[in-house]
């Protein structure tokens, strides 16, 4: 099936610092990333929908410039978490689906980012 | 507007027992439901799908779920739970709105966790 690997699994990293999270499609294309943020024991919240080749969509309320988002290529999308501070640290995860009307989303395994 | 409500915060059950974990949905038209389970610290696996046809969808691990369109509902269930089906449960469905019916975008509930207790 359709992995999708995500890296790191975890980062610690000092406040004012940036942290790069990777997300890769490793046996499909995957025009279209959705990144989201979980907070313990709540859902997962959509920030982007990434699309390859063109700027990314963000949900309302999440700053653009703060969670700078890549998709380069058919197989790779990037958030970049600038300028952390200790309230962005939450489980970040990926997810994409190979093309057609009704294939499931597959997820990363996530990765967890404490800020200090 | 498009939603859907998992009521339990968390669902007990006893090994060997069936299990039931309970989602209900509103979208305009036919909608495209998904369950999902999380380990801690993982991303989320997927389990089934219900897209069309036969109302009751079987999926990985045992687990199954019934669509009813009637009273709106796509609880999943397991007839015989194991210590290891412990972990949160997310029920979905596809955002049909906001033009991103093609992208695949999912609306998820707030998720119930799953304690089996041997």
């Known amino acids: 099936g359709a992995v999708v690997s995500q890296h790191p699994s975890w980062v610690i990293c000092k406040s004012g610092t940036s942290v790069k999270i990777e997300c890769r499609s490793l046996?499909?294309?995957?025009?279209?990333m959705f990144w989201y943020r979980q907070f313990p024991k709540q859902s997962l919240m959509l920030m982007a929908t990434s699309n390859e080749g063109s700027k990314a969509t963000y949900e309302q309320g999440v700053e653009k410039d703060k969670f700078l988002i890549n998709h380069a290529s058919l197989t790779l999308s990037t958030l970049t978490v600038t300028s952390a501070h200790p309230e962005d640290s939450s489980f970040y995860i990926c997810?994409?689906?190979?093309?057609?009307?009704?294939?499931?989303?597959?997820f990363g395994n996530g990765t967890r980012l404490t800020v200090t | 507007a498009q939603s859907v409500a998992q009521p339990e915060d968390q669902v007990n059950v006893a090994e060997g027992n069936p299990l039931t974990v309970k989602c209900t949905y509103s979208v305009s038209g036919n909608p495209y439901l998904f369950w999902y389970v999380q380990y801690p610290n993982r991303g989320l696996q997927f389990l089934l799908k219900y897209i069309t046809g036969d109302n009751l969808v079987k999926g990985s691990y045992g687990f199954e779920a019934e669509f009813n369109k009637s009273q709106t509902s796509f609880h999943l269930k397991k007839p015989s739970a194991l210590v290891s089906d412990s972990a949160l449960y997310f029920c979905a469905v596809r955002d049909m709105e906001s033009g991103s019916g093609n992208t695949g975008k999912l609306i998820f509930g707030q998720g119930t966790t799953l304690q089996v207790k041997p």
């Open positions: 046996d499909f294309q995957a025009t279209t």
């Open positions: 997810s994409s689906r190979e093309q057609g009307g009704s294939s499931p989303l597959h």
